[in-house]
């Protein structure tokens, strides 16, 4: 079982709603992720967090704002989706984000459905 | 069973024989490689890594092979099982904490 725990399992959301998910790992990692998978495609990385600070955003949306904090909580908060936004968002966590020594466990994921 | 990645996202094998899935990164400068694998409706699952200063690491049942000249890796299951039906992805480490995944390979293990 992952170590890498996300809530809520399924989330709907109107266009103008406002939601967060939620993601916590005890395993002591420094680093943490969000990735964004559409059906029968890879995960899309969005956000990394090193240290409890954004190191890397890839262009996302501000629509989707992240938030991480401490060490071992990260949030993504959701506001004026569209459809299109629909996917499952996945959560991660590695123990340094030092190059090369940096395997990335994930959560089983949110699934978000926007109407 | 084989497959070749991006032109054949899918293979079906045997229960019992071998399978090849293969993959294709796209840095030369990744250093650093995983595979994952994802059953239907649950987050991707580590399966194997490899260090760019490595040309084969074995598991459990699982091999990989890197080949740094053609920037191509693959991941061997032997004695392939019912419960080894997934997406299976590579994911290459491009810098830090930076990992890309290819674009997979659903696997169907026929009993």
């Known amino acids: 079982d992952t170590e890498v725990t996300q809530t809520p399992k399924h989330l709907v959301m109107g266009m103008t709603n406002k939601k967060s998910l939620k993601c916590e790992q005890h395993m002591g990692h420094r680093a943490m992720y969000w990735y964004k998978q559409k059906a029968k495609k890879p995960p899309e990385l969005m956000f990394v967090y090193s240290y409890e600070k954004l190191s890397i955003n890839e262009s996302v949306p501000s629509r989707f704002s992240p938030e991480c904090p401490n060490s071992s909580l990260l949030n993504l908060h959701l506001h004026a989706l569209q459809p299109e936004d629909s996917a499952l968002y996945l959560c991660?966590?590695?123990?340094?984000?030092?190059?090369?020594?940096?395997?990335?466990?994930f959560g089983e994921g949110s699934w978000l459905t926007v109407v | 069973g084989e497959s070749v990645g991006l032109h054949l996202p899918t293979l079906s094998v045997q229960e019992g024989d071998n399978s090849i899935i293969n993959c294709a990164y796209s840095n030369s400068a990744s250093d650093y490689f995983i595979w994952y694998k994802q059953e239907s409706g649950k987050g991707p699952q580590f399966i194997i890594d490899?260090?760019?200063?490595?040309d084969k690491r074995q598991g459990q049942r699982v091999t990989v092979l890197l080949n740094k000249t053609v920037k191509h890796l693959s991941l061997q299951i032997a004695a392939t099982q019912p419960g080894d039906s997934a997406v299976y992805f590579c994911a290459e480490n491009l810098s830090g904490n930076q990992f890309y995944f290819g674009t997979g390979t659903s696997l169907t293990v026929i009993p």
């Open positions: 991660a966590s590695s123990q340094t984000p030092r190059r090369g020594i940096n395997t990335i466990y």
């Open positions: 490899i260090r760019s200063n490595m």
